[in-house]
């Protein structure tokens, strides 16, 4: 949904790790990749839906601990204190309730969040990540949909309740740093900030712990330079982002659609700037075992989708498979 100049600037001084991501995504001309089996790429464009699965059956799930745990430090020490005496000074109590709300997200992290993953990736690797291949590659084949990034960094003219988050890689350390630019840039615009209602205030801070806490991974993970693209559906409820049963792994779960542009299913879903037409720029199969039968089907497929010259490349890397 399009926003003011005035809540722009709020967003950019709150957010403003996730600023300096999406203005290197946009200068480097980054593609995003979703890593995820054959099988479920091709659902994703035959459906025109993508899966935001609960973050506790998540591949990474544990990272979400990982988050809760490292971020503490920070929002209870000092520079916590520092935020929430500074929002006092704008409006009375405001720090407490807005360390008593994060305490309510905290707990249910897990839970209540739902979310999908996207990595940033060069235009010119053809080859894909072996770690990803690791994951998904074998005798059941892997695929990287590969997004333009306008597909997380243009405004939608739709309101779909939804959040995306680049992933901090690093601990307590890593984070107290972004934290503290936070607080510094907050401070240097007091009187800006003492101009709107405290609880819009309450909300975007509120959310900006959330996601810091819900983006935070080892170091170890780094090379993935992952984006989350997050619902949370018992706080903010989206009538276009449909919940559905299903089964993974031989686990029943509840997922939440996020929808592309497919205005023949309902005009809730007309939504042009998500055109998989025009936001997919391409494909990587990963190793597999038959890679020439997975080409064809995904080319059908995108042709269907109105792309009359797919993009698909077949990753070469001689992957070890697994029985």
């Known amino acids: 949904m399009a926003l003011d100049e005035k809540t722009k600037k709020l967003l950019k001084l709150v957010f403003s790790y996730d600023a300096e991501r999406a203005d290197r995504l946009r200068d480097r001309k980054k593609l995003l990749a979703h890593y995820t089996t054959a099988d479920t790429a091709m659902k994703i464009l035959s459906g025109r839906t993508m899966w935001l699965r609960n973050a506790g059956v998540m591949n990474d799930f544990l990272e979400i601990d990982f988050g809760r745990a490292a971020t503490e430090t920070t929002i209870k020490g000092d520079l916590g204190a520092r935020l929430y005496e500074f929002l006092d000074g ?3 109590h405001l720090g407490a309730r807005l360390l008593d709300r994060h305490e309510g997200h905290r707990k249910h992290a897990r839970e209540t969040v739902f979310m999908s993953s996207l990595s940033e990736h060069d235009p010119n690797d053809l080859l894909g990540r072996l770690s990803m291949w690791r994951a998904y590659g074998g005798p059941v084949a892997g695929v990287a949909l590969l997004f333009r990034h306008e597909v997380i960094t243009t405004e939608l003219d739709i309101d779909m309740d ?4 680049p992933v901090l890689y690093g601990g307590a350390k890593e984070y107290a740093e972004q934290f503290e630019k936070m607080v510094q840039g907050l401070e240097a615009e007091k009187d800006f900030l003492a101009e709107f ?5 309450l909300d975007v801070t509120a959310l900006a712990l959330q996601m810091s806490m819900l983006s935070l991974k080892h170091p170890g993970f780094e090379e993935e330079q992952e984006w989350r693209v997050i619902h ?11 919940p559905q049963t299903i089964t993974i792994g031989g686990i029943p779960q509840a997922v939440y659609e996020l929808p592309f ?10 939504i042009p700037q998500l055109d998989l037409k025009e936001i997919l720029a391409g494909i990587i199969i990963g190793p597999c075992l038959y890679p020439e039968t997975v080409f064809r089907a995904f080319r059908d497929q995108m042709v269907a989708l109105g792309q009359g010259n797919p993009v698909i490349h077949v990753s070469h890397i001689p992957l070890r498979q697994k029985w």
């Open 197 to 201: 209602d405290p609880e819009i205030l």
């Open 261 to 270: 542009h497919n205005p023949g299913k309902d005009a809730l879903f007309d």
């Open 232 to 242: 949370r559906p018992y706080e903010f409820s989206s009538s276009r982002l449909l």
């Open 162 to 165: 939804l959040i995306t988050s």
């Open 90 to 92: 704008i409006s009375d």
